[in-house]
């Protein structure tokens, strides 16, 4: 079935920092690719997807590149603020009718100022 | 914002007793669905429609039942819930149905059974 790694938490920088979270998959067929965040008390908002192999999704300076050949689609921002503390879902897509997400474990940054 | 609600949002209950959660959508998507969100789990899905009286189970669907008598409203029943059940449970409605579709999540209810 499907499965989704992700880089164990929680990671802690400074303001400005380089940001990296990994995530690694494995899946049947060709499945979409998504990071999600969730700020404290609140649900989960999409921040930026891809559909196919080598897509690039960005958003609010977050980058995540789809690769197919390592199966991997990590997160990236080259310099974090106060404000992107929250935790970050990486998640795929079923390639059935379905298309349910299957999900990461989630992990939590914090940044200091 | 997807035009997502989700009621009651906090709740609290005793072990064995039934609880109805509800979700509704603003914006006529055909697909639903219920995920539970659970330390060192990520989501995990519950239940989800594809339409009126259209359902599926999902990953972790025991001690859950759904249903979907109008397309704005999906429940979600625990019969008779168990402290195992306490979690926070999202509601989502997919925007698309093709390759390139997406799911968009409620603001949650957190539910503690005691």
């Known amino acids: 079935g499907n499965s989704v790694t992700q880089m164990e938490g929680p990671v802690t920088l400074s303001e400005e920092a380089f940001l990296t979270i990994n995530c690694t998959y494995t899946a049947t067929g060709y499945p979409s690719l998504f990071w999600y965040v969730q700020y404290p008390g609140e649900g989960l908002q999409l921040l930026l997807k891809a559909t196919k192999a080598d897509d690039k999704g960005s958003n609010k300076g977050f980058e995540a590149t789809y690769r197919k050949e390592t199966t991997s689609f990590h997160l990236e921002k080259g310099s974090v603020q106060v404000s992107d503390s929250a935790v970050y879902f990486c998640?795929?897509?079923?390639?059935?009718?379905?298309?349910?997400?299957?999900f990461g474990s989630g992990t939590q940054l914090t940044v200091l100022p | 914002d997807a035009g997502i609600t989700q009621s009651p949002r906090h709740k609290v209950t005793e072990t064995g007793t039934p609880v109805t959660l509800r979700c509704h959508q603003t914006e006529n998507h055909r697909y639903m669905y219920w995920y539970r969100q659970d330390p060192g789990h990520g989501l995990r899905l519950i239940h989800y429609s594809y339409g009126v009286k259209d359902t599926d189970k999902g990953e972790v669907s025991d001690g859950y039942s759904v249903s979907r008598s109008k397309t704005e409203d999906f429940l979600l029943t625990l019969e008779s819930a168990t402290s195992s059940q306490t979690s926070v449970y999202f509601c989502a409605i997919r925007s698309g149905e093709t390759s390139t579709d997406t799911q968009y999540f409620g603001p949650g209810t957190r539910l503690t059974v005691l």
């Open positions: 998640a795929l897509t079923s390639s059935g009718s379905a298309r349910q997400l299957t």
